[in-house]
């Protein structure tokens, strides 16, 4: 997660470097612009795109309509994620199957 210094700097960095227009967008952004120019949607959606990586997660909710996006919400936190959350998932996957399964290797 990039600090406002940070964001600051590469946006100064990617301007003299030539570069215009520069935004920086979270990667579950980037995602949700993507989806719409990929599927040319051609009726309103409302999306909800959720990245839970090494170090954390995000959360973007997006209006869609043709190519246009708009960000309704977006977070992120530090956790869960990574192995918190791998520990967690693994937990909670070993209860169902000892629910639902009696076969062991499943």
Known sequence: ?????????????????SFNNVRIINETTAVAAQYAVQLR???????????IGGAGGCVTVVAAYHRNVTILA????R????????????????????????????
């Open 1 to 17: 997660m990039f600090s406002f210094p940070l964001r600051y700097e590469f946006v100064v960095t990617a301007l003299l470097a």
């Open 41 to 51: 949607l051609k009726l309103q959606k409302r999306a909800l795109i959720v990245d």
């Open 74 to 77: 977006s977070s992120e936190n």
């Open 79 to 106: 956790l869960p994620g990574g192995k918190d959350f791998d520990e967690q998932m693994e937990a909670y996957l070993l209860e169902v199957r000892d629910k639902f399964f009696s076969d062991p290797s499943v």
